[in-house]
C-alpha cells in the first residue's frame, strides 16, 4: 500500500495512492483509520512529504561498500545523530542552499516511519513498531562538519532533508533498491542488502536510547557515491517498490 499526505481544497488529507488516483483516508493512519471511496487524481493535489515527525534519527557509516572505499574497519554499533523537522521538504520542494553553505553534498537512503510509540523493542518485534518506509535525501553541508566535532551543524539546515513521495507498507527493507540521478546522471545505486545493521537491528538499537514515537523518521545512511551539487541541479531518488522523490535546488 502506497500512503501519501496533500493539499486539497484547502485542506492537508491522508489518502492511499492506487495507478494514478488517490483514495482520502478518514481518520489517524497511526491509529484507527477507513479508506474512502472518495477519489482524486493525483495531478489534483499538491503532494507533502509523507510524515511530520517529532524526530529525525540518522545513522552514519552504515554500508559496506562506503566503510571498504573510506577504509575503515566497520563500526561496532550503529553511528547515530539527528536531524530536525525543519530540515524536511516532500516532492517537487526547492532545496535552498545557503550562502555560508560551500560544499552541500546529496545522499540517498530508506527512511522507516515508525506507526508506534516504541521503546525498549527487540529485534524480533522490531518492525512490530514500523508502519512503512519512504526515500530520504540526508543533505549534508560537509564544509560545516568538522573532524572529531558533532554533526549537528552540518546536518541541520533547512530544507535539508527531503522525503516522500510516499510511505510505502509490505516492502522487505533488507533487499530494497535505491538510486539518485543528478540532472538526469545516475550517481547512487545499490541494495539495503549492503546495509551494516539492518532495520530490525536500528529500530531496536534506538529504542533502548530515545523513545520514538509515530512519524518519527530513521534515516538508515547512504551508499556510495554521494557527492557535490550546486544551485540550479535536479535531484531524482528513485526505487522500483517507493517511487521517485523530485527536487530541485535553488
Given amino acids: 500500500m502506497k500512503i501519501a499526505r496533500f493539499y486539497y481544497q484547502e485542506r492537508e488529507l491522508y489518502g492511499v495512492v492506487e495507478d494514478h488516483q488517490v483514495k482520502i483516508i478518514e481518520g489517524d493512519i497511526f491509529g484507527s483509520y477507513r479508506v474512502s471511496e472518495e477519489t482524486l487524481s493525483l495531478s489534483e493535489v499538491k503532494l507533502l512529504a509523507p510524515v511530520k515527525p517529532s524526530k529525525v534519527i540518522g545513522v552514519g557509516l552504515n554500508y559496506r561498500a562506503v566503510a571498504k572505499d573510506k577504509g575503515v574497519e566497520l563500526p561496532s554499533e550503529p553511528i ?34 515508525i506507526g508506534k510509540k516504541a521503546k525498549n523493542v527487540t529485534e524480533e518485534a522490531a518492525l512490530d513498531y514500523c508502519l512503512g518506509y519512504t526515500l530520504a535525501n540526508d543533505i549534508t553541508a560537509k564544509d560545516h562538519m ?13 530544507t535539508f532533508t527531503p522525503v516522500g513521495p510516499y510511505i510505502v507498507t509490505g516492502i522487505n527493507p533488507e533487499t530494497t533498491e535505491i538510486a539518485l540521478l543528478l540532472n538526469g546522471e545516475q550517481k547512487q545505486l545499490s541494495s539495503t542488502a549492503d546495509m551494516v545493521f539492518n532495520v530490525r537491528q536500528l529500530i531496536a538499537f534506538i529504542s533502548q536510547i530515545m523513545t520514538l514515537e509515530a512519524g518519527d523518521l530513521i534515516i538508515t545512511g547512504t551508499p556510495l557515491g554521494g557527492g557535490d551539487f550546486a544551485g540550479g541541479d535536479v535531484f531524482t531518488l528513485s526505487s522500483p517498490e517507493l517511487g521517485e522523490l523530485t527536487n530541485p535546488v535553488r
Avoid at 151 to 157: I, N, R, V
Wanted: proline content about 13%; charged content about 25%.
Fill in 80 to 113: 547515530l545523530f539527528l536531524k530536525p523537522p525543519s530540515g524536511i521538504i516532500g516532492p517537487g520542494d526547492s532545496v535552498i542552499v545557503p550562502e555560508i553553505v560551500k560544499k552541500p553534498v546529496f545522499e540517498v537512503e530508506l527512511a522507516v516511519v
Fill in 146 to 158: 568538522v573532524k572529531g566535532q558533532p554533526w549537528a551543524k552540518g546536518k541541520s539546515f533547512d
